[in-house]
């Protein structure tokens, strides 16, 4: 009878969503992705009791699983003799069955279903396939819990869980749009996603990956074809399938910018291939043979998406145009291509969907990736599922962790992304979710993303709802230490809002539009209102950069913190550029049409530009100083590729409040009764040169 309390309770308290799963008076934190059954009872293992028992028939996969969970305890975990009781048993029941592979269907005894137990006699994790069993082994190193004296343990509890979804993936911008991602950084990004259960890592590629014959193609920045052979083998061990996301048909620019192939394109140096060139035909298939030697997934993303001459054309020929076929021949000739090596094609359905037409015509057998980024347009994604349901086309949804163009990642934004289109895709019957991260404004640092990114990887496995208003502080006692966790939950809270106050006032591309000019008309009239925005925005990243300053101090090595740091330092930066725009132009207007001299020296020297302490120069040393810290961030995670172009505008915003500093200065010092001054947007134009 209290067993069966127990279950009762325990079942209430998952479904309600409560932060803690209680057992009389023990509380247990809440997994992510949170088990589909899970029963806790009276009693504990102390971790450094435990032996490892034998594991029957073990393959490389069964000792790697077995290693993951000595490196995640902490702990040797010795071979069980001398009738040590207190084992670690792993047991496969069947074939390895690593990767997921088409046509899976999740359930209670699927390939990557398990049964952890923990009682007196020890642990037991069991499963069909190598990957339910490493899955339990994640699942049994989020549950280490401590005593009063600090001592590592193990409560007593079974728990039966399964995905929701068989296919989880997370499409990784690898140095297409953007900077281009270090061999290391792409490891630990399979490490991270592992561990929340991920299975796909979907490589996004548009000519970043070498392809033998073509030596001109971004000589200094792609990946080498045994640097892929290498994360392939990185992944599969962790049950992670590298799918080759690369795009077949537009995206291509980087391709047709080379003179040498710049025929092979729509117009001269554009970016889709052009459907009626043999020429390109043969590149096509000449790039499919060595993508489907070098990956061996059985799934491939051919791309299709956002062909804009396509979509220009189409508009206004109608379905059945010229355009339109050419894109149902494109993409069934390379469909044929990769479906003749066995693989399983997917391709982006923006553009299936909007014409109609062409879902009725895709070809057979392939799987559709219907994107959105934004569930406030169309919070039920009808436009587009609604037309791939109907034909009953297999389809994954495709969610996006907002950061491509932001100084921060809009969090919120992303979790509602996530938790709408994946509710939307169970009404359409989605195959799977895949979560993507893009580098478009060629700025943002992709370590920000993580929680993203782990947001992601838990819905799509776990069968309840995600708890948003939670998960940062179930992340962070799941990614960091105890020291350190409740710092960084705080501060990822206070950044998200940081983040969404700087949208409000300068706009939703932060990252962007920190970079644009303030003293123009149109800057000053859009920021009329907003002034308190802009003050919570600069709050709220200074309360983060309390926090995160606290983790540097407590534990200096921590992942990503460096990343995190810059983040909240821009948004401070971003926030006081625009606070002191705002200032200057009221300190402006205020000077009388006839000033004199005194009045222009009280108005300018002291707050305006002053060369030890005003506005210029506030806003010239924190370019300065973050300049460093921004490019060690990026060197954490990215190759120098593109990094000039990313300092460029650190170094372009410096010389432009240098020059307007420049400028005040000569008025103030030049300034005669009688003189007309200059007007806001000339004083501070690049081009503006004080003759006087």
Same mark, same amino acid.
């Given at each position: 009878?209290?067993?069966?309390?127990?279950?009762?309770?325990?079942?209430?308290?998952?479904?309600?969503?409560?932060?803690?799963?209680?057992?009389?008076?023990?509380?247990?934190?809440?997994?992510?992705?949170?088990?589909?059954?899970?029963?806790?009872?009276?009693?504990?293992?102390?971790?450094?009791?435990?032996?490892?028992?034998?594991?029957?028939?073990?393959?490389?996969?069964?000792?790697?699983?077995?290693?993951?969970?000595?490196?995640?305890?902490?702990?040797?975990?010795?071979?069980?003799?001398?009738?040590?009781?207190?084992?670690?048993?792993?047991?496969?029941?069947?074939?390895?069955?690593?990767?997921?592979?088409?046509?899976?269907?999740?359930?209670?005894?699927?390939?990557?279903?398990?049964?952890?137990?923990?009682?007196?006699?020890?642990?037991?994790?069991?499963?069909?396939?190598?990957?339910?069993?490493?899955?339990?082994?994640?699942?049994?190193?989020?549950?280490?819990?401590?005593?009063?004296?600090?001592?590592? &343990?193990?409560?007593?509890?079974?728990?039966?869980?399964?995905? +929701?979804?068989?296919? &989880?993936?997370?499409?990784?911008?690898?140095?297409?749009?953007?900077?281009?991602?270090?061999?290391?950084?792409? +490891?630990?990004?399979?490490?991270?996603?592992?561990?929340?259960?991920?299975?796909?890592?979907?490589?996004?590629?548009?000519?970043?990956?070498?392809?033998?014959?073509?030596?001109?193609?971004?000589?200094?920045? &792609?990946?080498?074809?045994?640097?892929?052979? +290498?994360?392939?083998?990185?992944?599969?061990?962790?049950?992670?399938?590298?799918?080759?996301? #690369?795009?077949?048909?537009?995206?291509?620019?980087?391709?047709?910018?080379?003179?040498?192939?710049?025929?092979?394109?729509?117009?001269?140096?554009?970016?889709?291939?052009?459907?009626?060139?043999?020429?390109?035909?043969?590149? %096509?298939?000449?790039?499919?043979?060595?993508?489907?030697?070098?990956?061996?997934?059985?799934?491939?993303?051919?791309? *299709?998406?956002?062909?804009?001459?396509?979509?220009?054309?189409?508009?206004?020929?109608?379905?059945?145009?010229?355009?339109?076929?050419?894109?149902?021949?494109?993409?069934?000739?390379?469909?044929? %291509?990769?479906?003749?090596?066995?693989?399983?094609?997917?391709? /982006?359905?923006?553009?299936?969907?909007?014409?109609?037409?062409? #879902?009725?015509?895709?070809?057979?057998?392939?799987?559709?990736?219907?994107?959105?980024?934004?569930?406030?347009?169309?919070?039920?994604?009808?436009?587009?599922?609604?037309?791939?349901?109907?034909?009953?086309?297999?389809?994954?949804?495709?969610?996006?962790?907002? @950061?491509?163009?932001?100084?921060?990642?809009?969090?919120?934004?992303?979790?509602?992304?996530?938790?709408?289109?994946?509710?939307?895709?169970?009404?359409?019957?989605?195959?799977?979710?895949?979560?993507?991260?893009?580098?478009?404004?060629?700025?943002?640092?992709?370590?920000?993303?993580?929680?993203?990114?782990? /947001?992601?990887?838990?819905?799509?496995?776990?069968?309840?709802?995600?708890?948003?208003?939670? !998960?940062?502080?179930?992340? @962070?006692?799941?990614?960091?230490?105890?020291?350190?966790?409740?710092? !960084?939950?705080?501060?990822?809270?206070?950044?998200?809002?940081?983040?969404? @106050?700087?949208?409000?006032?300068?706009?939703?591309?932060?990252?962007?539009?920190?970079?644009?000019?303030?003293?123009?008309? @149109?800057?000053?009239?859009?920021?009329?209102?907003?002034?308190?925005?802009?003050?919570?925005?600069?709050?709220?990243?200074?309360?983060?950069?309390?926090?995160?300053?606290?983790?540097?101090?407590?534990?200096?090595?921590?992942?990503?913190?460096?990343?995190?740091?810059?983040?909240?330092?821009?948004?401070?930066?971003?926030?006081?550029?625009?606070?002191?725009?705002?200032?200057?132009?009221?300190?402006?207007?205020?000077?009388?049409?006839?000033?004199?001299?005194?009045?222009?020296?009280?108005?300018?020297?002291?707050?305006?530009?002053?060369?030890?302490?005003?506005?210029?120069?506030?806003?010239?040393?924190?370019?300065?100083?973050?300049?460093?810290?921004?490019?060690?961030?990026?060197?954490?995670?990215?190759?120098?590729?593109?990094?000039?172009?990313?300092?460029?505008?650190?170094?372009?915003?410096?010389?432009?409040?240098?020059?307007?500093?420049?400028? *005040?200065?000569?008025?103030?010092?030049?300034?005669?009764?009688?003189?007309?001054?200059?007007?806001?947007?000339?004083?501070?134009?690049?081009?503006?040169?004080?003759?006087?």
């Amino acid at each position: 009878m209290k067993l069966f309390a127990a279950r009762i309770l325990t079942f209430a308290l998952l479904a309600s969503g409560c932060s803690v799963v209680m057992l009389g008076q023990v509380k247990h934190p809440r997994l992510l992705p949170q088990p589909r059954e899970i029963q806790y009872a009276d009693g504990w293992v102390n971790i450094r009791q435990l032996c490892a028992a034998p594991i029957p028939h073990a393959a490389t996969e069964d000792e790697f699983a077995l290693k993951t969970l000595k490196d995640g305890l902490h702990v040797s975990l010795p071979s069980c003799a001398g009738g040590k009781a207190v084992a670690v048993r792993l047991e496969r029941a069947g074939a390895i069955d690593a990767l997921p592979v088409p046509n899976e269907i999740p359930g209670p005894e699927s390939r990557e279903a398990y049964r952890l137990n923990i009682g007196s006699d020890g642990v037991v994790i069991r499963a069909r396939s190598s990957a339910g069993v490493y899955y339990g082994v994640q699942t049994l190193l989020q549950m280490v819990e401590r005593d009063e004296n600090g001592n590592a &343990r193990l409560p007593y509890v079974t728990v039966h869980d399964w995905p +929701e979804l068989a296919y &989880r993936g997370t499409l990784m911008d690898a140095g297409s749009e953007g900077p281009m991602l270090t061999f290391d950084e792409v +490891e630990r990004q399979i490490d991270f996603l592992a561990k929340w259960k991920d299975n796909q890592y979907f490589f996004y590629s548009e000519g970043n990956i070498e392809m033998r014959g073509y030596p001109l193609l971004n000589p200094n920045a &792609r990946f080498t074809q045994q640097q892929i052979r +290498e994360i392939v083998a990185y992944a599969r061990q962790r049950h992670v399938d590298v799918v080759p996301a #690369v795009e077949m048909y537009g995206h291509l620019h980087d391709l047709f910018r080379i003179e040498k192939y710049s025929d092979l394109a729509d117009f001269p140096h554009g970016g889709e291939f052009n459907p009626n060139s043999e020429k390109a035909r043969a590149v %096509l298939q000449d790039w499919s043979n060595q993508l489907s030697e070098l990956f061996p997934s059985k799934f491939v993303d051919i791309g *299709f998406d956002e062909t804009w001459s396509l979509q220009k054309n189409a508009e206004h020929a109608g379905a059945n145009s010229t355009p339109v076929q050419l894109f149902i021949q494109q993409l069934t000739f390379v469909t044929n %291509l990769f479906q003749a090596k066995g693989k399983t094609v997917m391709a /982006y359905a923006d553009i299936m969907v909007k014409f109609p037409g062409i #879902v009725q015509r895709l070809p057979k057998g392939l799987i559709a990736l219907p994107w959105w980024y934004d569930p406030i347009d169309d919070a039920a994604y009808k436009q587009w599922l609604e037309p791939l349901a109907a034909e009953g086309v297999p389809h994954i949804v495709t969610s996006g962790v907002t @950061s491509w163009d932001q100084i921060a990642p809009d969090f919120t934004l992303s979790f509602e992304n996530i938790d709408t289109f994946r509710a939307a895709g169970k009404r359409s019957h989605s195959i799977g979710l895949l979560n993507t991260l893009w580098t478009d404004s060629g700025q943002n640092l992709l370590q920000l993303a993580w929680p993203g990114m782990a /947001y992601g990887a838990a819905a799509a496995w776990q069968h309840a709802p995600m708890q948003p208003k939670t !998960f940062f502080a179930d992340y @962070s006692r799941i990614q960091y230490s105890p020291q350190t966790a409740e710092h !960084f939950s705080s501060a990822l809270e206070d950044l998200d809002v940081a983040e969404r @106050s700087l949208q409000r006032s300068i706009g939703n591309g932060t990252i962007l539009q920190m970079w644009k000019d303030p003293f123009t008309k @149109s800057s000053l009239d859009s920021m009329k209102g907003k002034g308190e925005d802009l003050h919570q925005a600069r709050l709220k990243a200074e309360d983060a950069l309390e926090h995160f300053y606290a983790v540097k101090k407590m534990a200096p090595n921590t992942p990503q913190i460096d990343s995190f740091v810059v983040a909240a330092q821009m948004i401070d930066m971003a926030g006081m550029k625009f606070q002191y725009a705002n200032e200057i132009a009221e300190t402006w207007a205020s000077i009388p049409a006839h000033a004199t001299r005194e009045q222009l020296l009280d108005a300018i020297f002291q707050g305006v530009s002053n060369d030890t302490h005003s506005r210029c120069m506030d806003i010239m040393d924190a370019l300065t100083e973050m300049r460093g810290s921004y490019r060690e961030a990026w060197l954490q995670q990215y190759t120098p590729y593109r990094l000039g172009t990313a300092l460029g505008r650190w170094d372009a915003e410096y010389l432009f409040w240098e020059h307007a500093r420049a400028n *005040f200065e000569r008025v103030r010092t030049r300034f005669k009764a009688g003189d007309t001054l200059p007007t806001l947007q000339e004083i501070t134009s690049p081009g503006y040169v004080d003759e006087r």
